[in-house]
């Protein structure tokens, strides 16, 4: 008796179509990583208190980057709310989906121990 094929987990997908997609999640991840012109952070900390750099760290750092030096360089400047400077809307990373900010703090006190914050001379 023979046995049923397994079925691939994206097989409702074109051939064609899964190909696109994989080429495109592979330049997003790795453009950053060919550009040697970025600039390499001298430094980093840990911040102890909330400001504002330190929230648009921890919104780059949630969608996938490192510092707005790396995003810069794949998207372009990242979009601020006009009021108080913080992120409005990133890119992943990895998919290049959308992601939108409130224009409220978004960084509790309870994950201010994982943002990382460099210091470029």
């Not at 996938?64 to 790396?70: A, L, N, R, S, Y």
């Not at 400077?85 to 989906?97: A, F, I, N, Q, S």
């Amino acid at each position: 008796v023979p046995r049923p094929l397994a079925r691939h987990p994206m097989s409702h997908v074109a051939t064609s179509e899964r190909k696109t997609q994989e080429r495109t999640r592979r330049s997003l991840t790795s453009a950053v990583t060919r550009d040697p012109k970025l600039p390499k952070p001298s430094r980093m900390y840990r911040p102890k208190t909330w400001t504002p750099d330190v929230e648009n760290a921890f919104r780059l750092q949630e969608v996938g980057f490192k510092d707005v030096h790396e995003y810069a360089s794949m998207f372009g400047a990242p979009q601020q709310w006009p009021e108080n400077g913080l992120y409005r809307m990133l890119r992943v990373k990895k998919t290049g989906y959308f992601t939108y900010w409130r224009e409220e703090r978004e960084c509790p006190e309870s994950c201010l121990h994982r943002v990382r914050m460099y210091v470029f001379d």
